[in-house]
């Protein structure tokens, strides 16, 4: 009886960290998250999900999380298409890459089609997963 036991509380043991392992995180669901937030004009509800530390880089220069977040209640995108995902991901940090297809209206007009390389970073805190860092190669 008390090797029935000893194997029962060794099963246990290696099985514990599966039954209690974090689910997997898709980095391409969080990227499409932010791109539905971004077009849905609703980042006012979602602030808590950027990090106090977010930093952004693209043509129109570098933006702390404020400059991201006002650029992004001006944007108006009228159709986006995101695709060729691939994530990596190295303790709370999780690095997703993809390309995006984005047509935006300003001042009544079309602007931008083209596919172009994209970077967002997330991290894992208490709170859940927030956007860190962006980055946006601008196409010639």
């Not at 029935?4 to 980095?27: R, T």
């Not at 400059?67 to 001006?74: G, V």
């Not at 970077?119 to 860190?132: A, E, H, N, R, Y």
Request: aromatic share 8%; hydrophobic share 45%.
């Amino acid at each position: 009886m008390p090797r029935v036991a000893c194997l029962c509380v060794a099963a246990l043991l290696l099985l514990a960290p599966v039954a209690w392992a974090e689910p997997p995180v898709s980095g391409e669901q969080l990227v499409r998250d932010l791109w539905t937030t971004t077009a849905g004009r609703q980042w006012q509800q979602k602030v808590g999900e950027v990090s106090p530390a977010f930093m952004s880089v693209q043509s129109a220069g570098v933006h702390d999380k404020a400059t991201e977040l006002a650029a992004l209640d001006r944007a108006v995108i009228s159709n986006y298409v995101l695709s060729g995902f691939r994530t990596t991901r190295q303790g709370p940090v999780l690095v997703v890459t993809y390309l995006a297809r984005v047509e935006t209206m300003k001042d009544g007009r079309r602007v931008g089609s083209k596919t172009a390389p994209r970077m967002s970073v997330f991290i894992k805190t208490d709170q859940g997963w927030q956007w860190l860092a962006h980055a946006s190669v601008p196409v010639p």
